[in-house]
């Protein structure tokens, strides 16, 4: 009966098809398993006793812990982008002010924010009140009152 041999080209190899097949399916996952075999194939010309099960546990420990890392990297350090609020829509109308057309009724209300038509929470307030977008919460907006005698912005 055979054993089962790796030796470091095999996982040269693997961390070589892993950054090819990143390349068409990008997503930096098959990036950090790329690398992991890369590193375990170092391991292995460095130490070439190394039996297979400790190489295949070392590579699976290796993709669970750089996976990890890059995540937390990534939480902590987002991109920075000219539009930060791209896929969060609500957040795009903070500052921005608006007139009510229908009255705000026990702190809840409507309006229509370009072609869309938004729920707000805020103080009751009567139709053709100026209201300005302070936060969001899911899909409804916090509005706060606003006079008519401040300057709205920009």
Known sequence: MTTL??????????????VILEVFAPGAFFLWLGIAAAGV??????VPSLGWEYQLLLFSLLSVVSIIVWRRYFRTRPADTDQPALNRRGEQYIGRWFTLSEPMI?????????DSTWKIL???????????VTGVDGTVLKVVRRDDDAPAPG
């Open 122 to 132: 805020g103080q009751d307030c009567p139709a053709g009140t100026r209201v300005e």
């Open 41 to 46: 194939g170092l391991l292995v010309y460095l």
């Open 5 to 18: 041999a790796l030796d470091y080209w095999h996982w040269w190899i693997l961390a070589v098809a892993l």
């Open 106 to 114: 026990n702190g809840v209300g409507k309006i229509q924010v370009d």
